[in-house]
Nanobody, 113 residues
Framework: QVRLVESGGGLVQAGESLRLSCATN????????MGWYRQSPGKQRELVAS???????DYADSVKGRFTISRDDAKLAVYLQMNSLRPEDTAVYSC???????WGQGTQVTVPS
């Protein structure tokens, strides 16, 4: 049962930007801190960014200054703005509700070297 749906991934060149979205129809998502994770082949899943209910954010060192996580509780959505993309950002990106442990199917981001 898919509760979270990611979108916005794609193929972009190094230095370009993408905005990922994570949407749900579950209103209780407002109660949960949210996170964006990524996983590339042969690597462990990595927490990229997180946001609390009050909007406090945290980022992996590898994306600080380039990625921005935000949430719009009125729209039941969480976003990840990704700027200055690099080949090492290539991965499947998934959003997660930390309180309910919900996951989406993921969206592929590819940045060719």
């Amino acid at each position: 049962q898919v509760r979270l749906v990611e979108s916005g991934g794609g193929l972009v060149q190094a230095g370009e930007s993408l905005r990922l979205s994570c949407a749900t129809n579950e209103s209780k998502i407002k109660l949960s801190a949210m996170g964006w994770y990524r996983q590339s082949p042969g690597k462990q899943r990595e927490l990229v960014a997180s946001i609390t209910r009050s909007g406090s954010t945290d980022y992996a060192d590898s994306v600080k200054g380039r990625f921005t996580i935000s949430r719009d509780d009125a729209k039941l959505a969480v976003y990840l703005q990704m700027n200055s993309l690099r080949p090492e950002d290539t991965a499947v990106y998934s959003c997660n509700s930390q309180l309910f442990d919900w996951w989406g199917q993921g969206t592929q981001v590819t940045v060719p070297s």
